[in-house]
Each structure stands twice: as structure tokens, then as C-alpha cells.
């Protein structure tokens, strides 16, 4: 898959703050290859899977590619909201790139299921190898490459029980097994080689080797306020294991006004001057309301002569570290997309599935094209939509769309979306009696589940429309204006955007739910008829306004 230059997406660090990648990017993986550093992390029920970020300096950062791009590769088809790819790891040995990959299924009603993938290719934009299965035994699954050349495979120890038995349910501990690669399978016993600590909930283990030391870092205190790192130690990769004296090495559970919170599920890399560049999950929240999801952030650490690895501070620090790397500026990225390329651009993603036959950049020429169908945005199909993420507390987004409908079950506009229960929708549609009108629309209110509508005009007109979208303080307000005129007309009052965050969807929504991804911002249609017009769109503007970072 290939993509234009235009709208790429990259973290340009000029104020030297974190995040490094901003906007939804949890779990991140970090490896190396000669001068070369790549960032793979989460994406859950977005498409493609597996965004691969790329660096020569470890502080500026840019959507290089995507892992799994093929349908061949991975199914997500009716996968759920905040399942589908969970908690990729990344590594490079033996002049191969090492990919391990979780298509998650099911909810918090329901469990969930891990089942643990492994694909290699000798270049990191491909092509990858037919994945390989390894267990359904846990989440967060990785690759450990020993120095005595075999290899392990480590995942969540996964326990379903219950209520009242000797066992108990949830996460026990991180199992290890034996992997043979000639053979491409599991061999060997499987241990479970380390429980965790009292903080709970272990996963997202990684695995490395120093001074005849083998380090096991795993995530712990669920990914939320109480997230941290630890890291315990051993001589012998089965174990026993001891746990770090400072324990837990990064945390920020303990430090409710840093501005960096639910800090954790690291990935480490040892450079050649001795220092140790830490990348880790972590979420800028608003009043406890986290717009951009959980991003990638960089720590530095050292090792000690006690043989335990430290970091600068335990607590998360706004500065980007200097690894003395020589800098390596990225142009800034382009505010306007407008649809010049006959393909699209890196930034967009899809549900679930790649927009095959609902979307056209050729057509017609220096427009995007979508074909509504029946799937609206609280389907788990294949709504006709793209979207991008967001990437700043306070933005604004803009486009233009070609759309006249002629029946009240066609809609076309642009959308902030978190997943199918969560989301505000300003679109152009059609009433009985009225014509043309401009609608928006909401789901996730104040905890319902029934769509809203929040504000209503008559467009008694044939012209193009512009629909923008600008967040503030964590409210949205959304407007519209007729093509070519200058004024913007506010529809509905300012809306909650703490309805697209984690935090909401974990606590608010009165149907238990997974709320793993962050907030993204796009355009969609919709049509139940199957005999409607298409929707083009002009361009999309994105500008989000570094000024409200660090606060």
C-alpha cells in the first residue's frame, strides 16, 4: 500500500514536550535497525492495522507505514468496539522484522478472547509474512530473542473461573514459552514465570538481556489512574524472579496533578552511550477526561552498577529527552488534505475493514467520493466514513461536501467519533415537508444510548456546504456555513467531548464496556435507501493548537 506525501502524519517536536506520537497511539513497541528507530503501537477496530512510526533521532516522529494492510493478514469484520488489535510487539533479529499481534474479541460483558499471532519480513513495510498461530492463552503477547540464539514467547496468563472456585479469574501472571522458529510453533513447557506484584493486573510483558540478566517488564494496575511499569529480574529465564527495590520504576499514580497521566506499558531500548530510551503509554486528561486517548511518551533511564535500570524520574516528565542523536527535523504536516492523490492518505483509517467500493479519489478529480450505504455510525459493519485522529485538546476541523439528498434516510456531513456508542454527528440531510435541512446529532449523552438530535435549520438551497468543528476546553461546537460565503452559523449549543474519552466510556456508560482508543474526527454518509446521490468532499482542514500543551 502506498500513500501520498500529502496529510502525513508527523509528530513534529519543536518545543521538545511530550508525546511523541500525539493522538491515539497506546502500547508502543520500540526496536531498531542500524539508524533507523520504529514505534508500532495499538489500533484496535481501525483499519489498517498496526501503525508503524519511524525516527532517526528519537524525538521527532512519523507515520511511516502500516503492519497489517491485507485482509489475508487479519479478519475484523463486526469486531467490537476497543477490540481488534491489542498491544502489538516489535522487534528486529536476525535481518527480520518481528511482529506479534492480538486480534481481540468481545466486551466486558462477555470476556474476551486473545488469540496471538507472529508475521516477520525482512522490510518493515513489507510484504509480511503469513501469520503464524501461537495461543489463545492471553493478551499482550511478545517476542524475546535470547542471546543463545533460541526464542520465547510471553502473554498475559489468562484465567477464566468461576465465582467461588480455588481459582480467580482475571490476570495471573506472565507465561512463557519456547518458540521454535524453524518449525513455527510452540515448543517446550509453558510457566507461568512471574505473578506480578500487589499492584495487579499484570500484562503487556516484554522481555530483555543484559549481564547475564534476563529483565521482565510488564504493565500493572490496569491501564487507567493506576497504571505503572514494573520491572523484576532474574539469571535464569524461567525464573525465580526478583522485583525492582524502587518499584515501580514509572508511574504516576501517585502524583495526581502531574499534567501526564496513566502512565505505563513500557518498551525499552539500550543505546550504544549507555542510555536507555523508554517509550510508554500515557494520557493528557482534562478534568479526567483524556480527548486524545492514550498517546506515546519518551523516558530516558540509566543503568546502575546494582544492575537495576533507573529512569530520570519515576514520575513522567513533560521534556522529550536528548539521547545525543543528531536532530532530524521533519517538515511540518500539512494542515489541508484536498484530495489531490489517487490515494489515501496515511492519516485516514477506516472501521474495521479497508473502504473497498465506498470510496473514490478518482472519480472525480481532487474530490473524495464516498458511496453511502445502509451502515450508519453505531453500526459494527462498514459504515461509509473515514476519519483521522485527534491529536491536540483544542482544534479545529473543516471540510466541504457536495450532497443533495432526496429522501430523510440520507446524510452526509462530518463526525467526532470514539466508537459506535459515542459520537456527534453535523451532517446535511432532508425532511418530508422542509427539504434540505442541516442536522446535528449525538449518542452517549449523559450515558443513553438512543441517538439525539441536538440542533436543527432548513438549507433551502442547492449550494455546496461547509460543516467545521472546533473544541475548546473540552467542548465542541459545530456550524455550518453555505460554499463561498464567510460566516459560520453555530448549530446546537456547545457540546461534552468528555463523551469521546476513555474515561466516559469506562464510567459513564451505563452498559459496561472496553474504552481503549481515543477520539478521531472525519466525515461520513449514510444512505438506507441504496438509490442515493453520492457524497463528494473538497477538502479537509485539521488544525489543532499546540498552545493549551504542556498547560
Not at 542471546?147 to 482475571?170: A, C, D, F, M, W
Not at 543503568?303 to 539521547?323: A, K, N, T, V
Not at 476513555?502 to 451505563?510: A, F, G, K, R
Request: glycine share 8%; net charge negative; with cysteine.
Amino acid at each position: 500500500m502506498t500513500y501520498p506525501d500529502s496529510m502525513s502524519s508527523i509528530s513534529q517536536i519543536s518545543e521538545s514536550v511530550n508525546p511523541i506520537i500525539r493522538g491515539f497511539s497506546p502500547d508502543p513497541a520500540i526496536c531498531r535497525r542500524g539508524d533507523e528507530f520504529f514505534i508500532a503501537v495499538s489500533s484496535f477496530q481501525w483499519w489498517p492495522g498496526v501503525p508503524i512510526y519511524r525516527s532517526l533521532d528519537l524525538r521527532n516522529w512519523e507515520l511511516h507505514c502500516y503492519a497489517l494492510f491485507d485482509e489475508k493478514m487479519v479478519n475484523l469484520r463486526r469486531i467490537g468496539d476497543s477490540a481488534g488489535i491489542w498491544a502489538p510487539s516489535l522487534t528486529y533479529a536476525d535481518g527480520l522484522f518481528w511482529l506479534v499481534f492480538s486480534p481481540a474479541s468481545g466486551t466486558r460483558n462477555q470476556g474476551y478472547e486473545s488469540p496471538n499471532y507472529l508475521t516477520t519480513a525482512s522490510n518493515i513495510e513489507g510484504p509480511w509474512s503469513d501469520p503464524v498461530f501461537l495461543n489463545a492463552s492471553g493478551n499482550d503477547a511478545s517476542l524475546f530473542h535470547d542471546n543463545n540464539g533460541k526464542k520465547y514467547i510471553l502473554n498475559t496468563h489468562q484465567i477464566r473461573s468461576p465465582e467461588g472456585s480455588h481459582l480467580v479469574e482475571g490476570h495471573a501472571g506472565t507465561l512463557l514459552q519456547e518458540y521454535d522458529s524453524k518449525s513455527e510453533k510452540l515448543v517446550g513447557v509453558r510457566e507461568n514465570i512471574f505473578p506480578g506484584t500487589d499492584l495487579g493486573i499484570p500484562e503487556g510483558s516484554k522481555m530483555y538481556q543484559r549481564d547475564k540478566w534476563y529483565y521482565l517488564s510488564i504493565a500493572e494496575g490496569g491501564t487507567e489512574y493506576g497504571h505503572c511499569v514494573t520491572l523484576a529480574r532474574s539469571r535464569n529465564v524461567m525464573g525465580p524472579y526478583e522485583v525492582h527495590p524502587d518499584n515501580p520504576i514509572l508511574t504516576s499514580r501517585d502524583n495526581p496533578d502531574n499534567p501526564i497521566q496513566r502512565a505505563g506499558h513500557a518498551d525499552f531500548l539500550t543505546l550504544e552511550n549507555g542510555q536507555v530510551a523508554v517509550v510508554y503509554l500515557a494520557s493528557r486528561p482534562s478534568n479526567k477526561a483524556s480527548l486524545c486517548g492514550r498517546e506515546t511518551f519518551m523516558a530516558r533511564g540509566r543503568w546502575d552498577d546494582d544492575g537495576w535500570l533507573r529512569l530520570d524520574s519515576r514520575d513522567p516528565q513533560l521534556e522529550i529527552p536528548d539521547f545525543g542523536l543528531p536532530l532530524k527535523t521533519l517538515p511540518a504536516p500539512a494542515e489541508c488534505d484536498h484530495f489531490d492523490s489517487p490515494t489515501l492518505g496515511k492519516v485516514w483509517n477506516t472501521l474495521r475493514q479497508p473502504a473497498n467500493g465506498r470510496l473514490s479519489l478518482v472519480e472525480r478529480s481532487g474530490w473524495l467520493r464516498l458511496q453511502p450505504n445502509h451502515c450508519f455510525l453505531d453500526s459494527i459493519e462498514h459504515p461509509a466514513a473515514v476519519f483521522r485522529r485527534i491529536e491536540h485538546r483544542a482544534f479545529f476541523a473543516e471540510t466541504l461536501v457536495s450532497f443533495q439528498p432526496e429522501d430523510s434516510q440520507q446524510w452526509a456531513g462530518l463526525a467526532c467519533y470514539y466508537d459506535t456508542r459515542h459520537w456527534y454527528y453535523i451532517y446535511r440531510g432532508w425532511r418530508p415537508g422542509s427539504g434540505s435541512i442541516i442536522g446535528l446529532c449525538g449518542k452517549g449523552i449523559r450515558g443513553s444510548n438512543r441517538i439525539e438530535a441536538l440542533g436543527e435549520f432548513a438549507f433551502n438551497s442547492t449550494d455546496d456546504v461547509e460543516f467545521r468543528v472546533s473544541c475548546e476546553q473540552m467542548h465542541l461546537q459545530f456550524s455550518f456555513r453555505p460554499s463561498g460565503t464567510e460566516n459560520w452559523r453555530s448549530v446546537g449549543p456547545l457540546q461534552d467531548a468528555s463523551v469521546l474519552t476513555d474515561e466516559y466510556v469506562e464510567s459513564e456508560d451505563p452498559i459496561p464496556n472496553f474504552g481503549f482508543t481515543g477520539a478521531f474526527v472525519g466525515v461520513a454518509a449514510w444512505d438506507m435507501t441504496g438509490v442515493g446521490p453520492v457524497a463528494d468532499f473538497d477538502f479537509f482542514k485539521y488544525k489543532g493548537d499546540r498552545s493549551e500543551w504542556p498547560p
